[in-house]
């Protein structure tokens, strides 16, 4: 045999022990109970502690209603919509009217408008929610229209309170994203191109499990 590429047996026993070890901890560990003495231990593992976060969510319609602020000519139209409200955080403290503004929490949603009218519209937004004397809230809509094979983006910046769940938004909308990829936006061809709305957001389901 060529002494060159031999290697003494105490060099490949440095080499494998430490990879026999490495099993040894993988299986020790991946183990889910241990008996000891007639009794059975669970291994210690961190997310055991960790607070459970399950999903939650509510489901609403949207009536929609398309004002004229500006007084640019437009006519008003109407809308029916739905979506989902996914939490992002909510404070579980109590309310306190004495405390002053508080933000309540942080939401996520996505949803769909059909106006029989003018284009339809697809969006998703983010949601906050301040709580004080009247429970306060705010969001904005990133909004995808289509209809009349014109498409365009819009974004729509809402403020609104909350009457036992129910919100009220007056809204406002800036198109942008006017491109030759999008052509042109649905609102440049309607004479329902109102750049102000009146929106209601009506919980019909709510998914709030408790953590345990």
Not at 8 to 37: C, E, K, N, R, W
Not at 63 to 90: F, H, Q
Not at 107 to 122: H, I, K, M, W
Request: charged letters at 15%; proline letters at 6%; one cysteine or more.
């Amino acid at each position: 045999m060529d002494r060159k590429h031999s290697f003494p047996l105490h060099s490949v026993t440095f080499l494998f022990l430490p990879a026999l070890f490495m099993v040894f901890i993988y299986h020790a560990s991946g183990a889910q109970d241990l008996a000891f003495d007639g009794k059975t231990f669970r291994p210690y593992h961190a997310k055991f502690f960790k607070p459970k976060r399950p999903l939650q969510y509510n489901l609403y319609l949207s009536p929609v209603l398309t004002v004229d602020p500006l007084g640019l000519g437009g006519k008003s139209t109407y809308g029916m919509g739905a979506g989902s409200r996914i939490n992002l955080w909510e404070s579980k403290s109590s309310d306190n009217n004495l405390q002053g503004l508080r933000i309540k929490g942080f939401y996520t949603a996505a949803g769909y408008e059909l106006f029989p009218r003018q284009s339809d519209n697809v969006y998703a937004s983010l949601w906050m929610r301040v709580s004080t004397f009247m429970p306060l809230t705010a969001r904005i809509d990133y909004v995808y229209s289509y209809g009349k094979g014109l498409r365009g983006m819009s974004t729509r910046y809402c403020v609104g309170f909350e009457v036992k769940n129910v919100s009220l938004f007056l809204a406002g909308t800036t198109t942008r994203f006017l491109s030759e990829r999008f052509g042109d936006h649905p609102y440049l061809d309607s004479p329902y191109s109102n750049v102000g709305s009146i929106l209601l957001v009506v919980p019909l389901y709510n998914h709030y499990p408790q953590v345990k």
